[in-house]
């Protein structure tokens, strides 16, 4: 059987193969910075014109904060590749209880087994839209 880390990498590219061919991609990184953006313009707006002035600053805030965050996605397969150990051996955890039942050797011959089936792949994308929005807290949004 083979260790635990070449299992993690089989796994890791797997989920790479999948959201690259729906040509996934997350906002992660600057999503902080547009929350940031909007409540700091709301509470100028606040300062300034009280409720209204809140209102109006929360509602512009929202735009340039949307505005920055914009334009900013990473392909998924990047951000998987770039998660910490820690964070790939949840994922693998999540997809091991998924795909538990299959047997492989490596990660070519992993992947043609779920690129056979639909199920397995929609219940595989599921998990990891769950582990992208949740855990790494991103947008997720597929190029067409």
Request: charged share 15%; with cysteine.
């Amino acid at each position: 059987p083979a260790t635990m880390t070449i299992m993690v990498e089989d796994i890791m590219k797997l989920l790479c193969s999948l959201s690259g061919e729906r040509k996934m991609k997350a906002a992660v990184k600057h999503s902080g910075k547009g929350a940031l953006v909007t409540g700091a313009v709301a509470f100028v707006g606040g300062l300034v014109g009280g409720p209204p002035g809140l209102a109006v600053g929360g509602a512009v805030g929202g735009l340039l904060g949307a505005w920055m965050t914009s334009g900013q996605f990473k392909p998924i397969p990047q951000i998987l590749m770039e998660l910490p150990p820690a964070e790939q051996q949840k994922l693998f955890k999540e997809a091991m209880a998924i795909i538990r039942h299959l047997e492989w050797t490596d990660a070519v011959q992993l992947t043609a087994l779920v690129m056979g089936s639909e199920a397995l792949q929609q219940q595989l994308l599921a998990m990891l839209v769950n582990y992208v929005t949740k855990e790494l807290r991103a947008e997720i949004q597929y190029d067409d």
